[in-house]
């Protein structure tokens, strides 16, 4: 606990002392997520992020969470510098989406209009049309479904399929998946609901169809943080990743969480469900890449500007 105070100190002192502003997703560590809240900097989904940063005036975002969030917020601010606690941290679905295969799926259905998740690298994300975040996806298909396109989708096969069943687009799905999404079991969360009846069930749409169908409210992260004060319900069951039940508990401290079951289960662990490329970010990382500008984010300009196309689209979209 000392190390971790004099963690958060250093960084309540080199964010005023570099002009810079810290954003963190909901998936990562309590304490950063605090200080991030605590600074005037924002925790939140993937598109709040991406559209708190490009609006921010500070010159330097330290962007805690994986590495598609810090690319977005540099594609999006190229003159900022985009400052990240572990370069590492990476995502199963960016990882699963690789330029050059993405590149010949696209050439196999020239006729398709390409919409791609924002779980991507900047080179997929150069070659789509649209880009969406899981907030806002569901809105983005519909309208481009209601324009008689047909989609050719990238990477999450469960949430591409879920946007398809919701709106009945001729969508093709790249068969990506996030590893912790996952993991989610059906059976035993439908055995879960029976323990618990009058249980709100949230699911994150990266979830498979089976976990999806048993849920009372399928969004992204803010979303189902969202639905903990909407809803007059007193106990929840919550599909996505256990980082998301900090803020939970904060919003209603009187209301009772429960982590939906993962294959990883355990009698020390119900649920696994933690990403771990969210969990390399550390107060030591924020602290260090403040001081030392380690971990800088950088991209080449052309294929940020070429990959900021499919982002603006989604952000005229989204105002
Ligand atoms: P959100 O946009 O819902 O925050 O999702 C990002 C993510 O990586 C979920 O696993
Ligand atoms: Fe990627 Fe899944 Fe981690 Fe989100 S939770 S960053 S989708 S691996």
């Given at each position: ?234 106990t929840f069951i919550v599909a996505t990743d256990q980082g998301l039940l900090h803020k939970m508990r904060l919003a209603a401290p ?34 260090d890449a403040l001081e030392f500008g380690t971990n800088e984010v950088h991209l080449d300009p052309a294929l940020g500007r070429q ?13």
């Amino acid at each position: 606990p000392q190390e971790r105070e004099f963690q958060k100190d250093r960084i309540r002192r080199l964010l005023a002392s570099r002009n810079a502003v810290l954003v963190a997703h909901y998936y990562v560590d309590a304490d950063i997520q605090d200080l991030a809240e605590e600074t005037g900097g924002c925790v939140s989904d993937s598109l709040e992020m991406a559209r708190f940063g490009r609006d921010h005036a500070a010159d330097t975002l330290v962007v805690s969470g994986v590495r598609f969030m810090g690319e977005t917020a540099k594609i999006l601010s190229p003159e900022k510098r985009i400052l990240m606690p572990d370069l590492d941290a990476t995502c199963s679905l960016d990882l699963g989406c690789d330029p050059v295969a993405f590149a010949a799926f696209r050439a196999r259905h020239p006729d398709r209009t390409v919409v791609v998740y924002a779980n991507t690298s900047a080179a997929v994300k150069a070659q789509a049309d649209w880009m969406v975040t899981s907030s806002i996806g569901l809105d983005i298909v519909s309208e481009l479904h209601r324009q008689g396109k047909k989609i050719l989708w990238a990477p999450d096969r469960h949430l591409g399929s879920y946007i398809q069943r919701e709106t009945g687009a001729d969508m093709v799905l790249w068969q990506g998946s996030c590893t912790v999404h996952d993991e989610f079991k059906g059976i035993e969360l439908d055995l879960m609901r029976k323990e618990h009846p009058g249980a709100l069930v949230l699911v994150h749409p990266e979830s498979p169809a089976a976990v999806v169908a048993q849920a009372d409210v399928v969004g992204s992260t803010s979303r189902l943080l969202a639905a903990v004060t909407e809803s007059p319900a007193t106990t929840f069951i919550v599909a996505t990743d256990q980082g998301l039940l900090h803020k939970m508990r904060l919003a209603a401290p009187d209301k009772t969480f429960i982590a939906a079951p993962t294959a990883g289960e355990s009698a020390t662990c119900k649920s696994c469900a933690h990403c771990p490329w969210m969990a390399m970010n550390s107060l030591k990382g924020v602290a260090d890449a403040l001081e030392f500008g380690t971990n800088e984010v950088h991209l080449d300009p052309a294929l940020g500007r070429q990959a900021k196309v499919c982002i603006d689209r989604m952000l005229d979209f989204a105002a």
